[in-house]
């Protein structure tokens, strides 16, 4: 497995970056001037950071192209772009890849392909209807908005006044039933108030950014913050309105995620300059990323009887807190992860998209699985797993199959282009 070693700015020098393919291991070391510390620290980590993630997800794709056998982890199926689980049944699965759209009804075990009317559009984001499970709303790349009623198994387009085709966030009112809000690029927002039949766009002061997140307050749906690619955070206390940022500008960087939790007034935002949390309805933010080797936070997982702890999806892997983010554990390394799904009804069950598939896990992170999103894993001609955890799950070995070919997805850029998806699963790094 590859691993990424970063060294922070230390001594004069030239960034120096190596990549030795016979050990398969990522050696980056880069060199600032000497005494120079904080932003100009940063801005050198995260540099060797992109270059380190972008080797880990290079070294998995060109062992799939090898003319030979490659190693490829057990649950290959492309970047996870959106992952959301059914909340009246927590065994409902839904996820989105460049290959598609998949539906899981029993916790993983089997998968079928979903998607009729998706073909041409790549998946942003995925939302379920809280009064009606088996309606769904997706929010793409060049098609807007489409909606399925029929449990995701038919799709068809929800346009009509929205003039935007880039669409990533999304969020359903909790509260009211038919209110939509989703965001697009040149910081536009639209909202539905009779699902999705007809869009208005509402005012807000950002039209040179895309908007990448949408969180809804469940104790108040007048209250609504937005997240952007360059300006943070936004928010409105009279439904739309008028819009106020907070006093303390966390950052002007990306924001992936945004999550309202107990106790009352207190949101966490996963950006890609780190994990921040508000306990005053965002007026000010603390970081809370110590001990993260990645700052980049793609998606957010908080348990829900217990706030204290939280899983982070990072750029290298998924982290667990159970303190609040005072403090940080790796539960699993060498994985782009995108997004995270935890079961309200069983919270030691999670679900988390990465660049090559979902992995599970049913004793909170301590183990996890690798899910096959094929219809008919037993078709396909595999090596036993290499063991099975206590729960009865395989574990996560890496297996030796027949080279398939590329995935087809893009590079990861390093940058901050204006099409950022949203919320968690990127195809930019966004440094």
Not at 162 to 189: F, H, K, M, N
Not at 229 to 242: H, K, Q, Y
Not at 346 to 371: C, F, I, M, Q, R
Request: aromatic residues 6%; charged residues 15%; contains cysteine.
């Amino acid at each position: 497995m590859t691993e990424c070693h970063t060294v922070t700015p230390a001594s004069p020098g030239a960034g120096v970056s190596a990549l030795d393919p016979g050990a398969g291991v990522i050696h980056s070391s880069v060199h600032g001037r000497a005494g120079v510390h904080g932003r100009s620290s940063l801005i050198w980590r995260k540099a060797a950071e992109a270059f380190c993630v972008l080797a880990i997800v290079a070294s998995f794709a060109s062992a799939q192209e090898d003319s030979g056998p490659g190693f490829v982890l057990q649950g290959e199926g492309g970047l996870v772009t959106a992952l959301v689980l059914d909340p009246s049944s927590p065994s409902t699965l839904y996820v989105t890849t460049a290959r598609g759209l998949y539906k899981t009804t029993d916790g993983g075990v089997r998968w079928e392909p979903r998607g009729r009317g998706l073909d041409s559009h790549s998946v942003l984001g995925l939302a379920i209807d809280p009064q009606s499970s088996s309606t769904l709303f997706a929010t793409t790349d060049r098609g807007g908005v489409y909606k399925s009623t029929d449990g995701g198994e038919h799709w068809t387009p929800a346009n009509e006044g929205l003039t935007a085709r880039y669409v990533g966030a999304i969020a359903l009112d909790p509260r009211r039933q038919g209110t939509i809000w989703v965001g697009a690029e040149s910081g536009r927002l639209f909202r539905s108030t009779d699902g999705g039949a007809v869009w208005s766009e509402m005012p807000i002061p950002l039209a040179h950014v895309t908007l990448t997140a949408i969180a809804l307050d469940p104790a108040n749906p007048n209250s609504i913050t937005v997240g952007s690619n360059s300006e943070g955070i936004f928010r409105s206390l009279d439904g739309g309105a008028t819009w106020v940022r907070p006093i303390d500008r966390m950052n002007r960087g990306t924001i992936w995620n945004v999550t309202l939790t107990q106790p009352p007034g207190t949101i966490y935002a996963g950006t890609h300059d780190g994990l921040f949390r508000s306990a005053d309805a965002g007026v000010t933010w603390t970081g809370i990323h110590k001990g993260m080797k990645s700052y980049n936070v793609l998606g957010l997982a908080i348990h829900p009887s217990n706030p204290e702890t939280i899983y982070a999806a990072t750029a290298i892997g998924i982290y667990k807190s159970a303190d609040g983010g005072t403090t940080w554990s790796l539960l699993k390394g060498d994985l782009y992860a995108t997004a995270l799904a935890i079961d309200p009804r069983s919270p030691s069950v999670l679900y988390a998209g990465t660049h090559l598939g979902v992995l599970k896990t049913e004793d909170a992170g301590s183990k996890w699985a690798a899910l096959r999103l094929v219809a008919d894993a037993a078709s396909d001609a595999t090596a036993p797993a290499s063991g099975t955890a206590a729960s009865g799950l395989p574990t996560l070995p890496i297996k030796k199959r027949p080279a398939v070919p590329a995935t087809g997805l893009k590079p990861l850029p390093i940058g901050r282009p204006l099409r950022t998806p949203a919320p968690s699963p990127p195809q930019s790094l966004g440094y």
